[in-house]
């Protein structure tokens, strides 16, 4: 039972160009999201979040977006570098229990 | 720089075998995670852990067990390895009790199990 699904498992844009990947969940207690980022041969590492209480997140390049109604959320990466080719993850857990899930991935490839 | 180590990249084990993967951070984090990662699945809660010698079981821990008897140090045991847990087991950790904070995760370890 994936409560948080990455539909797209691959993603390929020009560099320079905007790459949206996105999330959907299941579970409407979850109130925390985080995008974590995975180069090969290496763990996953924190990228951005966001908590239930906003809509929109932004740091630097990359901005998290979330519609809680439609149980949506989205990472934009503006622009896009062919550095930031590497596997994303998202992530959501509730605050009232122990429960993280992970999306399964999407692989995203930015083309010099 | 803040670090998870883990005990090894790659390791071959055969079936029935007891395995023992070791995790070690130096962030004095209070909370240690052990995943799995699977094609198509990402990554799964295998078990935590929120202080030494507590432990608590995640979404698959069939087959597995865990040992903290130290802060900096979370051990992830296979009692006797079978096949289906040839997988990617990756190691976090996390500061404070609200443990949904961000996650600092080792590098991997690969697992084959013949």
């Known amino acids: 039972d994936q409560q948080v699904k990455q539909n797209s498992p691959s993603l390929s844009v020009q560099e320079g160009r905007i790459s949206i990947l996105n999330c959907d969940y299941t579970n409407s207690m979850f109130d925390y999201f985080l995008w974590y980022k995975k180069y090969p041969a290496e763990g996953p590492t924190f990228l951005i979040s966001i908590s239930s209480i906003k809509d929109k997140n932004e740091d630097g390049r990359f901005t998290v977006f979330l519609n809680k109604s439609a149980k949506h959320l989205s990472l934009h990466i503006v622009p896009s570098q062919p550095g930031d080719s590497a596997v994303y993850f998202c992530?959501?857990?509730?605050?009232?229990?122990?429960?993280?899930?992970f999306g399964a991935g999407t692989r995203l490839t930015v083309k010099p | 720089d803040v670090k998870v180590t883990q005990s090894s990249r790659y390791l071959v084990k055969r079936t029935g075998e007891k395995v023992f993967l070791e995790c070690v951070q130096d962030m004095d984090h209070e909370n240690m995670f052990w995943y799995r990662q699977d094609p198509g699945l990402g990554l799964r809660l295998i078990y935590f852990s929120y202080d030494v010698k507590m432990k608590e079981k995640g979404d698959i821990p069939e087959g597995y067990s865990v040992s903290r008897e130290k802060k900096e140090r979370f051990s992830l045991i296979l009692e006797s390895a079978s096949t289906n847990q040839t997988s990617m087991y990756l190691c976090a950790s996390s500061p404070q009790a609200a443990w949904y904070n961000e996650q600092f995760f080792g590098p991997g370890t690969r697992l084959t199990v013949l």
């Open positions: 992530a959501a857990s509730a605050d009232n229990n122990n429960d993280m899930r």
